[in-house]
């Protein structure tokens, strides 16, 4: 029951045919390179929307933004570029915290709803709520995008997470095969998921598999080993820690995780065993930009840039408030963050070390997305795949 309750709702997610996306304001959903708009332009966009959608308050435009938790690093920095975008278009924006709980983002949804928020943007965890959410939302009539994990008929902004994935795999067995030599093939690969999120997250994790067997052809699949991080990182280190026991003495440990948090719990949990000397570890996210300029054990981490992530999500909003057509899924670029170039997308951080010679193995990754493709586990999600 639970697979076809998944697959119902990955076949209501999507439209079936979208008009092609059109510049608003300098804003192009299919090419937008992610820097902040101007404040005219932002300006200007929600005039136009308050023309075409009238603010249900009668004086200015409501978007509401649930996140998905507050006192973490990337849900603080998608809320600051989210206030900062709402504040430059001058639109009002009414925060909650999901705090990685189904439930709490239903009564968020509800409360959104009798504040009459005229947009919502949706940061939540648990996919087995999303149609509940969205239940509250279309009944209100109000729109809504949803970030990194889905929901049905609401539109999706985030990780372009086949991608992001096989980026991260294949970077962390570049990495290996430079610490470790031949004796990559007696390390260990272990995984931190994130199963209750659905099948959008799971492109992550099984691309971060899929990249890091492509670029090591023969590695046993037996020693890869798949953890419950939960999205946090107290989670990741008490499940890391009950299968450490697991990795015989001396066995290079390979971390990659869902997100950095989870990266950096497990991380912590091999110090805590004492077996970081044999370890390594790829983030995703690259929002834990000090811990990558100065934990020598991460060597690196796809990033998403959270802090653009309110560039796309503000002029989203309010492009459809405005009528204008918009892709049902729109993703942010992703490049590898290292030691050596944190401080270009993070200047309070200091460079150091030598540029990495990794480069994303393209023919692997189209091989990979054709299989993909195949799985039974994703249809209905054809558009939250890449081309490319």
Not at 123 to 129: E, I, K, L, M, R
Not at 171 to 176: G, K, V
Not at 354 to 361: A, L, S
Request: glycine share 10%; with cysteine; proline share 7%.
């Amino acid at each position: 029951m639970k697979t076809l309750r998944m697959l119902l709702l990955a076949a209501a997610c999507l439209p079936v045919s979208v008009a092609p996306a059109q510049d608003f304001h300098g804003f192009d959903p299919a090419g937008f390179d992610g820097g902040m708009l101007s404040a005219e332009a932002l300006k200007a966009m929600a005039e136009d929307a308050a023309k075409a959608t009238p603010p249900r308050n009668g004086e200015r435009l409501v978007i509401g933004f649930a996140n998905l938790q507050r006192d973490i690093s990337f849900g603080v920095l998608v809320e600051q570029g989210i206030v900062k975008n709402a504040e430059a278009a001058g639109v009002e924006l009414v925060i909650a915290d999901n705090r990685l709980d189904g439930p709490t983002a239903l009564a968020n949804a509800n409360s959104f709803v009798q504040r009459g928020v005229d947009y919502a943007i949706e940061f939540q965890t648990d996919a087995n709520f999303g149609p509940a959410v969205m239940q509250v939302f279309d009944a209100a009539g109000t729109k809504v995008t949803a970030i990194d994990i889905p929901m049905p008929d609401a539109g999706f902004f985030g990780v372009n997470n086949p991608r992001s994935g096989f980026m991260g795999g294949s970077f962390l067995a570049h990495e290996a095969k430079t610490a470790y030599g031949d004796r990559v093939r007696d390390a260990y690969l272990v995984i931190g998921a994130l199963p209750q999120s659905g099948a959008i997250p799971r492109m992550r994790t099984d691309g971060q598999r899929a990249g890091f067997l492509a670029m090591t052809p023969g590695f046993p699949t037996d020693r890869v080993i798949e953890i419950d991080t939960k999205n946090t990182l107290q989670e990741a280190y008490a499940q890391m820690s009950n299968v450490i026991g697991r990795i015989p003495p001396g066995a290079p440990i390979l971390i990659i995780a869902i997100n950095d948090q989870a990266t950096v719990g497990m991380l912590q949990a091999v110090r805590a065993a004492g077996r970081v000397d044999d370890a390594i570890a790829v983030g995703n996210g690259a929002d834990e930009a000090q811990a990558i300029a100065t934990d020598p054990k991460l060597v690196g981490a796809t990033g998403s840039f959270p802090s653009s992530y309110g560039n796309y999500l503000v002029p989203i909003a309010l492009a459809t408030l405005a009528g204008k057509p918009v892709p049902p899924a729109v993703f942010v670029t992703h490049e590898i963050v290292t030691k050596a170039n944190v401080c270009q997308f993070y200047p309070e951080q200091p460079c150091s070390g030598e540029p990495t010679t990794y480069r994303f193995p393209e023919p692997q990754f189209e091989s990979y997305l054709v299989e993909l493709r195949k799985q039974d586990w994703l249809k209905g999600y054809e558009a939250l795949l890449p081309s490319n």
